[in-house]
């Protein structure tokens, strides 16, 4: 699964430590066992998009974060406003939760 969230750095964030603190987020997903990869893109300057593929259940709302996890987001958060946040799954997961309704 994917789970995408982007991020606005506030008016008085600074850039640098905006950058450092989505890479810390980062960092701390590609720790968690089941996560496959994390990565943080620039979408413009002032927004940034974070793409975390995990395994279902690893990452997330549905998932019990680490310390380092809660730090590197709570550190995110006093830099920006989470402006969207979404999680997309494979056609294989949709099909086996369709499949769950028959």
């Given at each position: 699964?994917l789970?995408i969230g982007?991020?606005?750095?506030?008016?008085d964030?600074d850039?640098?430590?905006?950058?450092?603190?989505?890479?810390a987020?980062?960092?701390?997903?590609?720790?968690?066992?089941?996560?496959?990869?994390a990565?943080?893109f620039w979408?413009?300057?002032?927004?940034?998009?974070?793409?975390?593929?995990?395994?279902?259940g690893?990452?997330?709302s549905?998932?019990?974060p680490s310390a380092?996890?809660m730090?590197?987001?709570?550190?995110l958060?006093d830099?920006?406003?989470?402006v969207s946040?979404?999680?997309?799954?494979?056609?294989?997961v949709?099909?086996?939760?369709?499949?769950?309704?028959?």
């Amino acid at each position: 699964m994917l789970h995408i969230g982007k991020y606005e750095m506030r008016s008085d964030a600074d850039r640098d430590a905006f950058g450092h603190a989505a890479l810390a987020v980062c960092k701390a997903a590609k720790k968690v066992e089941g996560v496959n990869d994390a990565k943080f893109f620039w979408v413009n300057p002032n927004l940034i998009g974070i793409i975390v593929d995990a395994e279902k259940g690893v990452w997330g709302s549905d998932a019990d974060p680490s310390a380092e996890t809660m730090k590197a987001f709570f550190d995110l958060a006093d830099l920006s406003n989470q402006v969207s946040n979404e999680i997309w799954m494979s056609a294989g997961v949709g099909e086996e939760r369709f499949n769950m309704t028959k």
